[in-house]
């Protein structure tokens, strides 16, 4: 109690709890433990959660125009525990994004979300992003396998608010779903029918939107792996453990010590 500064909290605990029988009190504590219980068991999600300060700010990234990668792997963390990352850290990047309103929207530097299976983490928060970030030029590029994945409030913003359209092959339901955003040009046969890593694309030029086209990525797949350098890439992740990361000894030790408090 010593450490808990907000005094809702402490009159929370040093009023109500403290008249409440041990009965009730360990029905309570077995209940609150129990919604945290799964993710600090996990050694690699404690590690994670568990320290008392974060390694980076989302506010600086964007301010700074710095690049942020997060690996929320369900083979690496399980489902529930990269759903759980993920749903913690998309507000956070809402919150950060929102509190550039003290800058001048001319001076806010664009910054840009990039989120693969993005319905693990669609809650309304993404909504709100959708909807709202532009103003805070927060700029979000989403991707997911097929329309039925997203619920009902997070498809409506989509396109409701997308600026650029880009359909891979799709299955006949999503063919006769998207069909109207292409039209007249592509039809729900062209949907289902494109070549493997050919798409088609609708976007906006100069504020005016352009007819639909399609796009044949199979060049720029050569590209991107003739000029993959692996040693480059190992050197910048070496280099950002080494200004950003903690050894796990430390983590783990600090982590222990503040249970034992």
């Given amino acids: 109690m010593p450490k808990v500064q907000d005094p809702i909290v402490r009159r929370y605990w040093t009023d109500q709890i403290a008249q409440t029988s041990d009965f009730h009190k360990s029905e309570v504590l077995d209940y609150i433990v129990s919604k945290f219980g799964r993710f600090v068991t996990n050694k690699t999600m404690r590690n994670i959660i568990g320290q008392s300060k974060s390694a980076f700010d989302f506010r ?24 759980f990352l993920g749903l913690v850290l998309i507000p ?10 003290e800058i001048p929207e001319e001076k806010r530097r664009d910054f840009f979300l990039y989120v693969d299976e993005f319905q693990n983490f669609a809650t309304p928060d993404f909504a709100t992003i959708l909807s709202e970030a532009r103003k805070y030029h927060l700029n979000l590029t989403v991707a997911n396998q097929f329309i039925g994945q997203m619920e009902e409030e997070v498809k409506n913003a989509v396109f409701g608010n997308v600026g650029s359209l880009v359909s891979f092959r799709v299955g006949v339901t999503d063919a006769s779903y998207l069909q109207r955003e292409y039209q007249p040009v592509f039809g ?36 991107f792996k003739t ?3 692996d040693k480059i890439s190992q050197a910048i992740i070496q280099l950002s453990r080494l200004k950003f990361g903690r050894p796990r000894e430390l983590v783990e030790a600090e982590i222990n010590q503040r249970a034992r408090l």
């Fill in 60 to 83: 600086v990234c964007m301010d700074e125009g710095k690049i942020l990668l997060i690996n929320l792997s369900k083979g690496k963390l399980g489902e529930e525990n990269s759903s």
């Fill in 92 to 101: 956070k990047i809402l919150v950060a994004a929102m509190s550039r309103q």
């Fill in 188 to 223: 729900e046969s062209d949907l289902i029918n494109i070549e493997r890593f050919h798409a088609y694309m609708k976007t906006i030029v100069d504020n005016e939107p352009v007819p639909p086209f399609s796009i044949d990525l199979t060049k720029d797949m050569k590209k």
């Fill in 227 to 229: 000029g993959a350098n």
